[in-house]
């Protein structure tokens, strides 16, 4: 990978979801398909999109789940 000039990466330490919220949703995603077997990954990417869908319908819920309490709060 060539990473163009002005870009440096910084690596976020092992087991510290504070730093990344996106991963507090891993298991409302995962709920639509636990224990189920698809019988290709066209099928697991429909499911998978389905319950996205269904959760971005769900905002006190993701909020609920990704907020924490040193998370800026948005301006009403």
């Known amino acids: 990978m060539v990473v163009p000039s002005g870009l ?6 092992p087991y510290s979801p504070e730093l990344q919220p996106v991963e507090k949703l891993w298991p409302l995603t995962n709920e639509g398909i636990a224990n189920r077997s698809f019988k290709d990954l066209d099928e697991l990417e429909q499911v998978q999109s389905q319950r996205c869908l269904a959760l971005s319908q769900q905002t006190s819920l993701i ?3 990704t907020c924490f309490y040193w998370w800026p709060k948005v301006a009403s």
């Open 8 to 13: 440096h990466f910084i690596f976020l330490p």
């Open 63 to 65: 909020r609920g789940t």
